[in-house]
C-alpha cells in the first residue's frame, strides 16, 4: 500500500484525491495546503497540514503528488524528492528550463520515480487517434489542428492564473497541454512560428505552426480570452491519404473517424484498466486524470520507470513552449 500526501487542495489537488479514492493500492495519508480549511474539505480521513515540510517528516510518504501553482513546483518537487518521496507534479513542469533541470536533478540525486502530470497523453480520445496514427488504418497523415480554448480563468487561489509571472499564461498553463502532445506524436519540431494575444506581459492567446520539414503540417491554438459564458473546449482535427479524423469535448460521440471509403463511425475509446480499483466513482468522468496517476502508482509499485512521459518529456514540452513564447513576441520562426 502506497501512502500519499495530496500538496495543494484547488481544483486539481480535489481532483487527484478523488481518483486516489479509487485505487486499492494506495492511500492518501496526508493533504497539505496554506489554508487549512481547503484541506480538510478533501481530506476524508487524511491528516491535514499546513505545512509540507511538517508532513514529510511525520508521514514519510511513499509518494507526493504536487498540486499547486506552477510558480511552486520547483521548490516542492525539490523538497519532497530530498525526503526520499516519489514525486507526481501538475504540468506545467516549471516556469524555466533552470527550475526544471534543478527538479531532473533532485529526482535522480535520491533515486525516485518522478513524473510530470501532462495527462492528454493518457486522454482516451488522443490515446485513439495516437493508436490510429500508428496502426496506419488511413494511411499517412496529412495535417493535425488542435485547439484548446476556456473562458478567463478568474477562480484561481490569489488570482495566480491571471499573474504571468506566477502561471506564464495561457501559453504556458493551457496551451502546453497540446504542444506537449504533438512532441508526443512527432518528437520536436525543427522551428515554431508563432502569434499571439497579449495583456501585459500574458500570452493569453497563442497560434503556433510547428515546422516538420516534409511530415505533416501541424498547428494547434490556445487562449483564455475568451467570454465567462463560453464554455470550455478541446478539439483536433486531422487529414489522411485515406481518411480524416475530428475529436471535440463539446459533441457526442466526442470522436468521429471519416474514411475515404464506407460511412463515418466513432472509433472505440480505450477503457481504463480497472485492476485493481475500488468499486463506486465515476471513473469516466475523471479522463485522463485516472489513467496518468494509475500509471505512475503501478510504475512505483512495480518498480519501473515512467515511459510514457519522461521528466526530460516535460522539460522538451517547456523548452517548445518558450520558444514559441519568443516567437510571438518576436514575429518570427525559432529554430530548434
Not at 489554508?35 to 478533501?42: G, N, Q, T
Not at 488504418?137 to 495566480?160: A, F, H, Q
Not at 469535448?249 to 484498466?273: C, F, N
Amino acid at each position: 500500500m502506497l501512502k500519499v500526501a495530496v500538496v495543494g487542495a484547488g481544483f486539481m489537488g480535489t481532483m487527484h484525491r478523488n481518483v486516489y479514492a479509487q485505487l486499492k493500492d494506495a492511500q492518501v495519508v496526508a493533504v497539505v495546503d496554506g489554508e487549512e480549511e481547503k484541506a480538510r474539505k478533501i481530506a476524508s480521513g487524511a491528516k491535514v497540514y499546513t505545512c509540507m515540510d511538517d508532513m514529510l517528516d511525520k508521514e514519510k510518504p511513499d509518494l507526493v503528488d504536487i498540486c499547486l501553482p506552477t510558480y511552486l513546483h520547483a521548490e516542492h518537487v525539490v523538497k519532497a524528492a530530498e525526503a526520499g518521496a516519489h514525486v507526481l507534479c501538475e504540468k506545467p513542469m516549471a516556469m524555466n528550463l533552470e527550475e526544471a533541470d534543478r527538479m531532473i536533478e533532485a529526482a535522480e540525486r535520491a533515486g525516485v520515480f518522478f513524473m510530470v502530470a501532462h495527462c492528454i497523453r493518457f486522454w482516451p480520445e488522443y490515446v485513439a487517434f495516437k493508436e490510429i496514427l500508428d496502426g496506419g488504418s488511413l494511411g499517412g497523415l496529412r495535417s493535425l489542428s488542435l485547439v484548446r480554448l476556456s473562458p478567463t480563468p478568474t477562480w484561481s487561489w490569489e488570482d495566480w492564473l491571471m499573474w504571468a509571472s506566477r502561471s506564464g499564461s495561457a501559453a504556458l498553463d493551457l496551451h502546453i497541454h497540446d504542444t506537449d502532445y504533438v512532441l508526443y506524436l512527432f518528437g520536436t519540431p525543427k522551428a515554431v512560428w508563432s502569434k499571439g494575444t497579449w495583456v501585459g506581459d500574458g500570452c493569453v492567446h497563442i497560434f503556433t505552426l510547428y515546422d516538420y520539414g516534409d511530415g505533416p503540417a501541424v498547428s494547434a491554438e490556445g487562449g483564455w480570452d475568451m467570454p465567462p459564458s463560453y464554455p470550455f473546449h478541446m478539439d483536433f482535427w486531422a487529414t489522411f491519404e485515406k481518411g480524416a479524423v475530428k475529436m471535440s469535448s463539446a459533441r457526442q460521440p466526442t470522436m468521429t473517424v471519416y474514411p475515404a471509403e464506407g460511412e463515418p463511425y466513432p472509433p472505440e475509446l480505450p477503457k481504463p484498466d480497472l485492476r485493481g480499483v475500488e468499486a463506486g466513482g465515476n471513473i469516466s468522468e475523471m479522463g485522463g486524470y485516472f489513467n496518468e496517476i494509475k500509471y505512475f502508482v503501478e510504475c512505483i509499485l512495480e518498480g519501473r520507470k515512467p515511459e510514457v512521459v519522461t521528466p526530460q518529456d516535460a522539460r522538451e514540452s517547456l523548452r517548445v513552449v518558450l520558444a514559441e513564447m519568443e516567437s510571438a513576441r518576436k514575429g518570427e520562426p525559432v529554430e530548434l
